[in-house]
Structures are given as C-alpha cells and as structure tokens.
C-alpha cells in the first residue's frame, strides 16, 4: 500500500501500454518513479479512473502543509485498520479532524468523511458473495494503493 521506490537502472514503464506510459509520465511529476506502482490500478472509469486518480492526487500531494499532514495522519490510520468499512472511515475522520484542530463534519457526515477517504486511495469495494441482501449497509473496501507521496 506505500509507494515503493523502484530499482535504479530499470525502466519503470516496461510492460504499460502506450496510454499508461503517458499517464506514467504525467503522475511521475507528482511521484516520481514511484508513479509506476500506481498506473496499474487506475481503471478506465470511476473513482479509480486516471482523471479522478490525477484530481486527487493534485488535492493531496499540493495542499498546503496542515493539510497535508491532516491526510497523513488520516491515511495511517486507515491503513492500520484491518476492515476498512464506512464506519471505519467515518471514525478515523472525525478523530483525524480532531486531532489536527480542523471542524467536524456536521452535515452530510457519511458523505463527506468517505470523500476524504476517496481522495487519498485507489480501493476497490469488497462484494460479500454470501449476502442474499443486494446492497448491504456497511460496506467494505480493499486498499489498493494510498495516494499521498512521502
């Protein structure tokens, strides 16, 4: 889930396509090499499409100082997690808030806190294959890559 560094010498785009080394090397001035261990979970729509990925990880790697260490603190809680579900999220944001002397949400608090989430993740969400129920009210995720460069 941490951007890794990737080995010095080796072409960091070998094996993308021509559309994901150009998105490689749009994302590569925002993390440099690390861009290559992105590209391959960005998806051709929704939150994980390469114009959402790029809006967000402009929103949180550009932000200013107290902002930026408001996401990293959120973030490392999350991923300490071992369920990340709504609650989860909702949880780890109002404390985050808290903590960095930001305002709760008050208004539409799901709503917000999981587009906070949104912003600092590629995830995908977890199906429960044994749920006779179609949309279950506690969802939850699967982290696949944070977006907040060291």
Do not use: W
């Not at 090397?25 to 929704?46: D, F, H, N, W």
């Not at 996401?71 to 709504?86: F, G, N």
């Not at 780890?92 to 917000?112: C, G, N, S």
């Not at 949104?118 to 969400?125: M, V």
């Amino acid at each position: 889930m941490a951007i890794k560094t990737l080995e010095v010498g080796i072409d960091p785009t070998k094996g993308f396509t021509p559309t994901q080394r150009e998105r490689y090397y749009v994302l590569s001035c925002i993390y440099g090499e690390a861009a290559a261990t992105i590209i391959p979970y960005i998806k051709g729509r929704g939150q994980n499409s390469y114009a959402s990925v790029y809006e967000k990880a402009v929103k949180v790697n550009k932000a200013k100082p107290s902002l930026k260490d408001y996401y990293a603190s959120l973030s490392e809680e999350i991923l300490t997690y071992k369920k990340v579900t709504d609650d989860a999220i909702i949880r780890a944001v109002t404390e985050a808030r808290a903590e960095h002397d930001m305002p709760p949400f008050l208004k539409r608090i799901k709503t917000q806190c999981l587009q906070e989430f949104y912003n600092l993740f590629i995830f995908e969400e977890v199906v429960d294959e044994t749920d006779d129920e179609i949309e279950s009210e506690l969802r939850e995720y699967k982290i696949l890559c944070k977006l907040l460069a060291k």
